[in-house]
Every structure is written in structure tokens, then in C-alpha cells.
């Protein structure tokens, strides 16, 4: 039971460049989340998905966008990095619906450098 | 809109000494009180969490935290604190239902310093 995979690990880019993360989950959750987390500013949702097929905007949704491919999985793609975006990021499930109150489980994060 | 704040960013504290790590909140409606632990390189992971019904929250690893709706405060303690501890702390709200679109708000974060 692997819990919350994130690949890559780290990434470097250079402005302008595009990239997908990608986030499994194998414990059958339904509610899927993507944040960021920089510095002395805690984390921030960027996005998050209530359930298969669905997604919402979070805090700091500008810049990205996720597709919820199936119960397992949620990516987030960079559609043209900017350095603002150096970040890590974070993939996230819990297992209901009920997000609000819900344990959320976290992967490893990816270390995402924008150059 | 809601608010977390993280009193101390760092907190240094010798081994087998107590420590209590402060969050307040500001919030409109109800909440959901949650403090999650990060250790060195790794994901987030829930200490323990306030929904309802007692005040007094027992989580993993001996923490324990109460929660004053008076003060809006929910403050982290463990009477003993090992080597292990040493990590950051995010203290985090949500909010309830029927307060609009979901939002979930982690504070900044107090890195735990544990001193041998």
C-alpha cells in the first residue's frame, strides 16, 4: 500500500516550458488535492477534486490546470512555468467527499524549479 | 474569510521539556481545527483534528490540543518532547458547512527545534 505517489521527485525548467506532475492514490479516495508550498507561507490549495470527473479552483489557481483522469488519479499541468511557480507541490486524498472534515493524506511533494 | 495564525515560527526546546506551539483563527462561521506535522523531505500527516464535542484533542505521538472558541485559539502541547518531534507544525481551519465554497487555510508553519 504505497498511499499518495507524486512523480517526478524535482523538476527544473526554463520559463515558458510546459509540464505535467503526476499524483496516484491507491487507497480508494475520492477527494483529491493539489497544493503548493512556499516559504514561510504555509501551504495553498491550488486545486481540488470532490470526486471522479470533478474540479475546483482553490486559492491560487492561475497557472495551472488539472484533469482528474480517474478515481486514482490527479495531474497538474503547467501550461507555460513561470518563476513565480518554483515551488514544491503537494498531491493530497482523503477518503470521502466530506473535505471539510476529512483526513487529508499527502505525498512526498515535487521540488519544481523555474529558471 | 478565515485566517490562520501561527504565532512562532520556530520554537526551540530541550529533550524531555514540555511545549505547547500556539494557533489562532479568524473566522466568520464555525470551523474545523486540524494540525498536521511535516518532518524533513517529507509529506504532511495529521496529528489530530477538532470537529466537535470535547475541547481536549488527544492525537498521535502523545500531542494533545485544546480548543477555545473564546479565544479562537487551538494550541498544540506534549508534556515531553522527544528528539523524534523535531519538525514543522501547521496549524490548519476549515470551514463548515453552509459557509460557502469549501476552503481549507493552513497557518505559516513553527519549526520544533528538539535539543539533546
Known sequence: NAGVTQTPKFQVLKTGQSMTLQCAQDMNHNSMYWYRQDPGMGLRLIYYSASEGTTDKGEVPNGYNVSRLNKREFSLRLESAAPSQTSVYFCASSRTEERRTDTQYFGPGTRLTVL | ?116
Open chain 2, 1 to 116: 474569510a478565515q485566517s490562520v495564525t501561527q504565532l512562532d515560527s520556530q520554537v526551540p526546546v530541550f529533550e524531555e521539556a514540555p511545549v505547547e506551539l500556539r494557533c489562532n483563527y479568524s473566522s466568520s462561521v464555525s470551523v474545523y481545527l486540524f494540525w498536521y506535522v511535516q518532518y524533513p523531505n517529507q509529506g504532511l500527516q495529521l496529528l489530530l483534528k477538532y470537529l466537535s464535542g470535547s475541547t481536549l484533542v488527544k492525537g498521535i505521538n502523545g500531542f494533545e490540543a485544546e480548543f477555545n472558541k473564546s479565544q479562537t485559539s487551538f494550541h498544540l502541547r506534549k508534556p515531553s518532547v522527544h528528539i523524534s518531534d523535531t519538525a514543522e507544525y501547521f496549524c490548519a481551519v476549515s470551514s463548515s458547512p453552509g459557509a460557502g465554497s469549501y476552503q481549507l487555510t493552513f497557518g505559516k508553519g513553527t519549526k520544533l527545534s528538539v535539543i539533546p
